[in-house]
Nanobody, 115 residues
């Protein structure tokens, strides 16, 4: 059974850092594209970062240079290192993966950036 569990969210001041984790089970993260998506209150979900099975990485323009996506194959976990956080980064962060024909989602982890 495919399962994704996010963790690592919390409250941080502007300029701070957090590292989110997405622990996967039921499949290997090395074999499918893994994506981080976020949803701020009152807004649509937006792609943050994605890493393919071939380590092809893409970031949304608004996080380039601040966020880093990575993968630990031994732990079957994908990470999102978030530095230089801004108030506008406040959102629920989800990881997902497409295993045709289904897109699987975790339940998300809340990130709040506020002074």
């Amino acid at each position: 059974q495919v399962q994704l569990v996010e963790s690592g969210g919390g409250s941080v001041e502007p300029g701070g850092s957090l590292r989110l984790s997405c622990a996967a089970s039921g499949f290997a993260v090395t074999t499918y594209r893994m994506t981080w998506v976020r949803q701020a209150p009152g807004k649509q979900r937006e792609l943050v970062a994605t890493i393919s099975e071939n380590d092809d990485i893409h970031y949304a323009d608004f996080v380039k240079g601040r966020f880093t996506i990575s993968r630990d194959d031994a732990k079957n976990t994908v990470y999102l290192q978030m530095d230089s956080l801004k108030p506008e980064d406040t959102a629920v962060y989800y990881c997902n993966t497409l295993i045709i024909p289904t897109v699987y989602w975790g339940r998300g982890t809340q990130v709040t950036v506020s002074s």
